[in-house]
C-alpha cells in the first residue's frame, strides 16, 4: 500500500495493491471515496468529495470480455477503451459517445460512472434495460437497478450482461449543441411474430435518479398501448420531472415521450 497527499484533491490517498485491500480501507475510513479516473471527484459541482481517496490503479479492473453467453466489462474501463473495444455492444458504445470530450471520456470509468450515481448518467439507461448485473468488491453480484436503486457506494469489480436477444437503442438530447444534457433513454425489445414480447424502457435526466417506466414496457407487452401516440401519451403519463435549467416539465415530458417511441421505431426495424 502507498499512502500520501493527493496534490489534486484535498485530503489522504490510498493505493491499495489488492481489491481486499481497497475494500477494508474503505470500511475504516468513513466516508471515503473510490478514486478512479476522477471526473467526478475533481468536479468542483459534483456531490463527490471527501476526504480520504482510495485509488484503484494497481487493482486491474480494465479487461473486458465477450463470452459465450455473456459479456463481462472491467469496473475501470474508460469510455473510451469500451468505444475502441472491437467487440464492444454497439448501443453501449453509442451511449460512451454521448460524452463529447474525448479527454473526458480517457478519464471516466464505467464503475465511477455508476457508483457516482449520477441523475443524468449516459451508461445506466443501456444498462438497466439489458438486465445488467454488478460484482462487488465483497464477491456479492447483485442486479444493477438495485446497486442504483439502493444508491449502494460498493466497489464494482465488473458489470456483465447476457447476450441480447433482441434489439437496443439509445438517444441522448442536449439542450443545444455542446450544452446541458436534458435526458438520455434506453430501450430494448424482444418480437416474436411481429409482436412485442419483453420490453425494457430506462430513462435519464428527468428526476432524481435513473427510472425504469415499468408500466409503460407491460402495456406494450401486453399489447394495451401501441408503438406511436399511444406509446407517447402513455410516457408522458409515466414520468414525473419539474422545471429546471432543461426545459419546462411539460416539454420535457413530451422530449421524453417522442425520444422512447424513436428507439421503439429503431428496435422494431432492425427486428424485421
Known amino acids: 500500500m502507498e499512502k500520501g497527499r493527493s496534490s489534486v484533491m484535498s485530503g489522504m490517498f490510498l493505493k491499495p495493491l489488492t481489491i481486499e485491500e481497497a475494500v477494508r480501507m474503505k470500511s475504516e475510513y468513513t466516508g471515503s471515496l473510490y478514486l478512479g479516473g476522477g471526473t467526478e471527484i475533481n468536479n468542483p459541482f459534483s456531490r463527490s468529495h471527501g476526504e480520504v481517496y482510495i485509488s484503484l490503479e494497481a487493482l486491474n479492473l480494465k479487461a473486458c470480455v465477450k463470452g459465450r453467453n455473456h459479456y463481462i466489462l472491467g469496473g475501470s474501463a474508460t469510455f473510451q477503451e469500451l468505444i475502441d473495444w472491437d467487440e464492444c455492444y454497439p448501443p453501449l458504445r453509442e451511449a460512451a459517445l454521448f460524452l463529447n470530450s474525448r479527454n473526458l471520456r480517457n478519464q471516466a470509468t464505467l464503475g465511477g460512472n455508476l457508483g457516482a450515481h449520477l441523475k443524468d448518467s449516459y451508461l445506466v439507461p443501456i444498462l438497466m434495460v439489458l438486465d445488467a448485473d454488478v460484482e462487488l468488491g465483497k464477491g456479492e453480484i447483485l442486479p444493477l437497478v438495485t446497486y442504483i436503486?439502493?444508491?449502494?457506494?460498493?466497489?464494482?469489480?465488473?458489470?456483465?450482461?447476457?447476450?441480447?436477444?433482441?434489439?437496443?437503442?439509445?438517444?441522448?438530447?442536449?439542450?443545444?449543441?455542446?450544452?446541458?444534457?436534458?435526458?438520455?433513454?434506453?430501450v430494448s425489445l424482444r418480437t416474436e411474430k411481429q409482436k412485442i414480447t419483453k420490453a425494457a424502457i430506462a430513462v435519464s435526466g428527468l428526476n432524481h435518479k435513473i427510472i425504469r417506466l415499468s408500466s409503460v414496457e407491460e402495456a406494450l407487452v401486453a399489447g394495451t398501448v401501441k408503438p406511436g401516440t399511444e406509446l407517447e401519451d402513455a410516457v408522458k403519463k409515466a414520468v414525473i420531472t419539474a422545471s429546471d435549467l432543461c426545459g419546462s416539465a411539460e416539454y420535457k415530458k413530451q422530449l421524453c415521450g417522442v425520444t422512447v417511441q424513436d428507439c421503439v421505431d429503431r428496435c422494431l426495424e432492425a427486428s424485421k
Do not use: M, P, T, Y
Not at 447476450?163 to 436534458?182: P, T
Open 149 to 186: 436503486e439502493e444508491e449502494r457506494r460498493d466497489l464494482i469489480i465488473n458489470v456483465r450482461f447476457s447476450h441480447n436477444k433482441g434489439q437496443a437503442a439509445v438517444k441522448n438530447i442536449l439542450r443545444s449543441a455542446g450544452g446541458l444534457s436534458v435526458l438520455s433513454v434506453a
